[in-house]
């Protein structure tokens, strides 16, 4: 899910405000989807000085907006029209015609003092009648009495609650204090002998019943009776602390460090480098949430295998390999979540999205909401699942949560599938945590997977799958009438109540700040000079060398010119990728490159998708006259993005034709930059003799122009190495994007490096260095294993997590060029058979990132060989060892491991 997405907004956008800071000063804009409360009225307050004039003069477009920022609208969530829908703060859209869509507009009565919605005849209430600091607004019929009562004071432009005195806030922070006074110190919950889940089940049995249907959103609302606050439990966090309704940007908290999109960290291949960016984030998360501006549950990684080059958020990703996205999560998910400062508590909580087979957003008439991914075991069992197993196993990274996609698993949609969430998660995979759906999800199995037919079974389906909340208003509006119905029994509820609760107490809320060390953490720990360099140093690893012709690369610092030609030449938050947060600072390439060399000819040439040409003769103008060329082109996230899906894996608009002029017109070679998620076909690039180098970018973040001078100008040698195939565009023609088989087939070539045989642009693996390498292995003799003991370490109830070494190889890389450079090696497997009846041609099975090998230095990398490593998955999905040769690849270099039959 996406808090950006406006087309989705009523699906999406369900945020507290009691994440929010306490008073507002000038410029802290209040988020969209900040849901109305009940508030102690404070002097001064942003969040609670109102502009009623439309209303009360009954003139205009009759919104109620926040005085200081007058394009913030009262909003009714989701348009509703139903009782107990909630009230929130969005941007103001008086320029929205449709009927349906008119739920900003209210009406005042002075005699009754009441608020009625225009869409839908209800007044504004407060909440199961409460009057407490932290109550809930909502729309209900129209009763007259005290809780639907407002009076607005001009002194202070404040709308007080009659029945509470109270005042109506946009987000003013509740502090989460509910064990520091009587009677709850007495009670199980706050006591820190239990465990969390003995603590939860207590808490859970003292919540009112009244009050547990509103527990079953993203925004939690209060529990007065136990002075416990509402909160919001979308955060977001993919490569840094990002915009999302948890997450406020105002003082102290107004930026974060923005790491490299995740596609370019997977290129980097440096388990150490994923470990202390998870540590930095966790930090910078817990600095928000002490400062009242985050929740403490993120929303992240993103573990779906990129097995499609159109998949609009392949960004997000690793790259398209289950052994690396594995290795990724380990590494940092744990790094997330865990740390020797407080080992008896939770740094935050990571969420594992988005489960299960979900790769495609709209395509071909395929929706995400009601998209069926049709997954053989086969493919199940050693492409789609290992990630997720890796995330949330105790063998694994032992992450506390899990989303459940919005698309269908095999007739299932996956949040009411108990095969996904009970039988595997939690079962077999010992998944300790609790489990969301994304959001809008729960409302698709009904209204567009059509599972369910009516909200009773609804809320069956799913709790009893194993879901726990519902980012989104349909459990908390239908859940009550379901019990009533005897559909959901209270046993069900409060088992997920528990679920929830369990993680909240693991994070540290219901315990004394004075014993929780992550308590202690400041804004002074957000984008420190460390986690800087961090981000610079993850921005160049992730950078690829694809082509290097004459080693036109690295060009020189003293450079007499140089031409920076492009339409991402002049980036600054195209290089975060989706999913981010407001940079503490950004450095486009071009800035970065005129540090180097002050002689710089810019032109940008073209836009990235128009088919306007007029730039060219300007760009040209630049080439001429300069010693070097550097295009720095790509896609952009209006290319591909969250609800976008690409249709061609092409250049768009003019940018082939733009290179093809500069290899013309320019008088020094031409060097081509790359960005994006996705990768275009490169083929008549790589071909041209007259383009002499590229580089794969993605989206390098924080720092990427920097990490783009560094590598053009030698500063350090690119190491990094594709994560995703680079295919000819072609490539799409021949395969559905809906299909979601990974072997080849009579209408599927297959995909990846692992099933795909036909030609590819660039391999995955691919990464060139500004020195040159020799690989060979120490093994030198064959070993033989037994297939029966291969065979013993992957039955049903085994793991690759925790598979033993039964072998091991020994590569030896040795630098024999002239300069200084990281290396990586990546090992293959191949089996017996490979390529055929489904068996792949190759599994990445090891890899391990070298650090500044010196000119004549040599290093040694061992991987263990695991009976996973020796075994394939049959069609069942249940794998067994495949007797004969098996060969292990690094960069050419064989040796060999025989299983014995």
């Given amino acids: 899910c996406h808090p950006t997405t406006h087309m989705l907004r009523g699906l999406l956008l369900l945020v507290l405000g009691t994440v929010l800071c306490a008073t507002l000063s000038a410029g802290q804009e209040p988020s969209d989807g900040t849901y109305m409360q009940l508030f102690k009225c404070v002097a001064g307050s942003a969040r609670q000085q109102w502009d009623l004039s439309r209303v009360v003069n009954n003139a205009g477009d009759k919104t109620i907006r926040l005085k200081q920022y007058e394009d913030k609208c009262l909003d009714i969530s989701n348009y509703g029209t139903s009782n107990g829908a909630q009230i929130w703060l969005y941007g103001c859209h008086t320029d929205d015609k449709e009927p349906s869509h008119q739920n900003q507009e209210f009406t005042y009565n002075t005699a009754t003092k009441q608020f009625r919605s225009t869409l839908s005849g209800k007044c504004i209430d407060v909440q199961n009648n409460s009057t407490e600091a932290g109550s809930p607004i909502q729309i209900w019929d129209c009763s007259g009495s005290g809780n639907q009562q407002w009076v607005y004071n001009e002194t202070d432009s404040t709308l007080r609650g009659v029945a509470s005195g109270l005042c109506l806030d946009a987000g003013t922070n509740t502090p989460w204090t509910p064990c520091a006074t009587q009677p709850n110190q007495g009670y199980p919950f706050c006591n820190m002998a239990l465990t969390p889940q003995q603590r939860a089940a207590d808490l859970v049995s003292r919540i009112p019943v009244a009050d547990k249907w509103r527990l079953f959103g993203n925004s939690a609302s209060s529990i007065p009776s136990l002075q416990i606050p509402s909160y919001q439990w979308w955060s977001e966090a993919l490569h840094g602390v990002a915009g999302s309704p948890g997450v406020t940007w105002a003082a102290p908290t107004t930026c974060a460090t923005s790491f490299p999109q995740i596609c370019t960290t997977g290129a980097s291949f440096d388990t150490g480098l994923w470990e202390q960016i998870g540590q930095v984030i966790s930090t910078e998360a817990r600095a928000f949430s002490n400062a009242g501006h985050a929740g403490l549950t993120f929303w992240t990684p993103n573990l779906n295998i990129f097995r499609d080059p159109r998949w609009g958020r392949g960004q997000e990703t690793p790259g398209e390999d289950p052994y690396l996205t594995s290795q990724y999560v380990r590494h940092y998910v744990y790094n997330l979540q865990y740390s020797s400062e407080d080992p008896k508590r939770l740094k935050m909580s990571s969420c594992c999205k988005h489960y299960a087979a979900y790769s495609l957003e ?235 060399i002050s002689n710089v000819n810019y032109a940008q040439g073209s836009t990235i998708q128009t088919l306007d040409q007029s730039g060219f003769e300007a760009a040209c103008t630049a080439a001429k006259s300069s010693s070097a060329t550097v295009f720095i082109g790509g896609i952009t996230n209006d290319i591909e993005a969250e609800g976008h899906d690409r249709d061609s894996i092409a250049w768009p608009g003019v940018q082939p034709q733009l290179i093809e002029r500069l290899t013309q017109c320019s008088k020094g070679p031409v060097i081509l930059v790359v960005m994006g998620g996705g990768t275009v076909d490169m083929t008549a690039q790589r071909d041209n003799a007259n383009v002499s180098a590229i580089i794969w970018a993605g989206y390098p973040g924080q720092a990427g122009g920097q990490a783009i001078a560094d590598v053009l100008f030698g500063t350090v040698s690119p190491a990094g190495r594709l994560a995703q ?173 025989n299983v014995e039959a």
């Avoid at 590569?811 to 090992?827: E, H, I, P």
């Fill in 725 to 897: 195939t680079i295919y000819p565009a072609g490539y799409v023609n021949q395969v559905k994007m809906s299909d979601m088989g990974m072997r080849p087939s009579s209408v599927n070539p297959g995909r990846t490096y692992r099933f795909y045989p036909g030609p590819v642009v660039y391999p995955f693996g691919t990464g060139l260095s500004y020195t040159t390498f020799t690989y060979k292995w120490s093994n030198t003799s064959v070993w033989s294993i037994p297939a029966d003991l291969v065979h013993k370490n992957i039955g049903d109830e085994s793991s690759f997590l925790t598979s033993p070494a039964l072998a091991s190889v020994t590569a030896v890389v040795t630098n024999t060029g002239k300069v200084a450079s990281d290396c990586v090696v990546l090992a293959f497997a191949v089996g017996p058979d490979a390529g055929k009846n489904g068996n792949p041609i190759k599994s990445l099975f090891g890899f391990k990132r070298i650090f500044t090998l010196n000119p004549g230095q040599e290093a040694t990398v061992t991987f263990p060989v695991t009976s996973y490593d020796l075994s394939y998955v049959h069609n069942n999905g249940s794998r067994a060892s495949a007797p004969g040769d098996w060969l292990f690849e690094v960069e050419g270099a064989i040796t060999k491991i």
């Fill in 362 to 596: 709209n395509w071909g008439g395929n929706d995400r909401c009601s998209f069926n991914a049709v997954v053989t075991q086969q493919d199940i069992a050693d492409t789609y699942f290992p990630a997720f197993e890796a995330c949330i196993s105790p063998a694994g990274a032992a992450a506390s949560g899990i989303m459940c996609s919005y698309n269908a698993v095999n007739g299932v949609p996956s949040c009411a599938n108990s095969f996904l969430l009970t039988d595997t998660a939690r079962n077999k995979w010992s998944f300790n945590g609790y489990i969301t759906g994304d959001c809008g999800a729960v409302s698709c199995v009904q209204n567009n997977h059509h599972y369910t037919n009516n909200s009773d079974d609804t809320c069956k389906a799913v709790l009893t799958a194993g879901l726990d909340i519902d980012c989104g208003d349909f459990l908390p509006n239908n859940l009550a009438a379901a019990v009533s119905h005897n559909a959901v029994s209270m046993a069900t509820v409060d088992h997920a109540l528990t679920n929830l609760y369990a993680v909240l107490i693991r994070l540290g809320l219901f315990d004394p700040e004075e014993v929780q060390p992550y308590r202690k953490i400041g804004p002074d720990q957000i984008n420190t000079p460390s986690a800087q360099a961090l981000a610079l140093r993850a921005a160049r690893e992730g950078l690829v060398l694809l082509k290097n012709e004459g080693s036109a690369l690295p060009l020189s610092k003293t450079l007499g010119s140089i031409a920076i030609i492009g339409p991402n030449a002049m980036a600054t938050t195209v290089m975060q990728g989706n999913y981010y947060g407001t940079a503490c600072s950004l450095t486009s390439p071009l800035v970065a490159i005129k540090n180097v």
